[in-house]
């Protein structure tokens, strides 16, 4: 009687990643009969034109990591179809979180500004006079009882003196654009424009109430050299 060729003891090794890309697809799959279902990834870019009237200063800002509900922390696309409902759109993402988007756009409008001596993430540990505390309240699609939804973002802003820990100022920032269509596309480009939008003002505030406040702080850490 023959027997049956053995099968190579590495054999099982090299089928467990091809059972690992079925499950992963498995898992990927969205709702539509278990169909795999393409995603489109938007990644805003946002850059922001210095305004002229931005003072230029002499002293250093550090931005902490802004801060987000978990819901809204989230590459996931949100939409408030009805007031008290939040959902999320089907086959659309954000390539990155909304506190991430808001910190690399931030970052990039204070260095491409040329208004302000240093400025980086809270993480670098740069000798700072002054930080930037944010909280990412909205960043959605709000149908408010319309057809057609509008952009929403929504951010608190807290500047605060690095020395003492003094709260220099407070407020919240809100921006919003009108989509015009229902159209994903459409929501993700209105969203980053209010991203635009909103990190101007956000900038435009930072230096004006932080140059205000150096003036009478009794203590500038980047300047003690």
């Not at 060729?5 to 467990?16: D, E």
């Not at 890309?21 to 539509?32: D, E, K, Q, T, Y």
């Not at 278990?34 to 805003?44: A, D, F, L």
């Amino acid at each position: 009687m023959s027997r049956m060729p053995l099968l190579p003891a590495s054999l099982p090794r090299l089928l467990l990643p091809a059972a690992l890309m079925i499950a992963l697809g498995a898992c990927s799959s969205l709702l539509g009969g278990g169909e795999r279902s393409q995603v489109t990834i938007y990644s805003p870019v946002v850059r922001v034109q210095p305004d002229p009237s931005w003072p230029k200063v002499d002293w250093a800002l550090v931005l902490v990591k802004p801060t987000a509900a978990r819901v809204v922390d989230s590459p996931r696309i949100n939409v408030r179809p009805n007031p008290g409902e939040l959902e999320v759109y089907k086959g659309v993402s954000w390539a990155q979180p909304a506190t991430d988007m808001v910190d690399d756009a931030l970052v990039r409008a204070f260095e491409d500004s040329g208004r302000i001596t240093g400025v980086a993430r809270a993480t670098t540990g740069i000798r700072a006079d002054y930080k930037l505390a944010l909280d990412v309240r909205r960043f959605e699609s709000d149908y408010r009882g319309q057809a057609t939804p509008t952009a929403l973002i929504e951010i608190n802003a807290k500047l605060i003196h690095v020395i003492d820990q003094r709260v220099v100022a407070d407020r919240t920032f809100r921006q919003e654009q009108p989509v015009g269509s229902t159209a994903t596309g459409d929501v993700a480009h209105a969203l980053e424009k209010g991203l635009e939008e909103v990190t101007r003002e956000l900038v435009g505030w930072t230096l004006v109430t932080g140059q205000n406040d150096s003036k009478t702080a009794t203590v500038i850490p980047s300047r003690l050299r």
